[in-house]
């Protein structure tokens, strides 16, 4: 049984439709990249698994359990941790209380989050405001991970960062890969860095799934035609 499982998908914006038929399967431990140009369907679809936006249509499964009619609250309590595009801190709060602010039992910790993240350690006192745009993308990822999810949803988790600090951020996802058992939803742009941490990709165009599967799997054609400018 996959972890997360969304099939024949549609959403609305008011009259607007953005997705119509969205469908990709998660396993546990699995790194999922999910693709596609600018204006796709990529956030519509995570605010849909997360309950920020109710679908018009088809089925989307997280454990087996439906997650039809649930609030976003519900959805992150079954243990869907999301670092939203934008990172979205506290910014009055410091980095600690940011991270307690959202903490539920589990091996992740203050010092477990310190660990993959020293910086934040460093910079515990500090309110979220005072830290750079790169230090946030930490703490909004650290605070993720304090709800001990058992899905952590990237998006866009490295865009506008200075290249040496989008290293840092994809370091510390390779190592969630390798020591955790954590399923990982990740939208980026970049093929590089994705192809060092995927294992497979699903690519949205126009709010369908149009290709999926193995991220080894993808050729030059299929990036051109569904990815290229």
Known sequence: ????????????????????????????????????????????????????????????????QTLAGLPPHKVAQLGIGLVPEGRRCFAS????????????????????????????????????ASLSGGEQQMLAIGRALMTNPRLLIL?????????????????????????????ILVIDKSLRELSGVADAAVI???GRTVWQGGFAELDAATTERYLGV
């Open 155 to 183: 998006d866009e988790a490295t865009e506008g960062l200075a290249p040496v600090v989008r290293q840092e951020i994809w370091a510390a996802i390779a190592r969630l890969k390798a020591e955790t058992g954590l399923a």
């Open 204 to 206: 949205l165009e126009k």
């Open 93 to 128: 709060l410091t980095v600690r209380e940011n991270l307690v602010a959202a903490a539920r039992p589990g091996p992740w910790d203050l010092a477990e989050v310190a660990g993959l993240f020293p910086r934040l350690a460093e910079r515990r006192d500090q309110t979220a």
């Open 1 to 64: 049984m996959s972890l997360l499982h969304l099939s024949n998908i549609s959403a609305f914006y008011g009259a607007s439709q953005a997705l119509f038929d969205v469908h990709l399967r998660l396993e546990q431990g699995q790194v999922l990249a999910l693709m596609g140009r600018n204006g796709m369907g990529k956030s519509t679809t995570v605010k849909v698994i997360c309950r920020l936006l109710r679908p018009r249509g088809g089925t989307a499964l997280f454990a087996g």
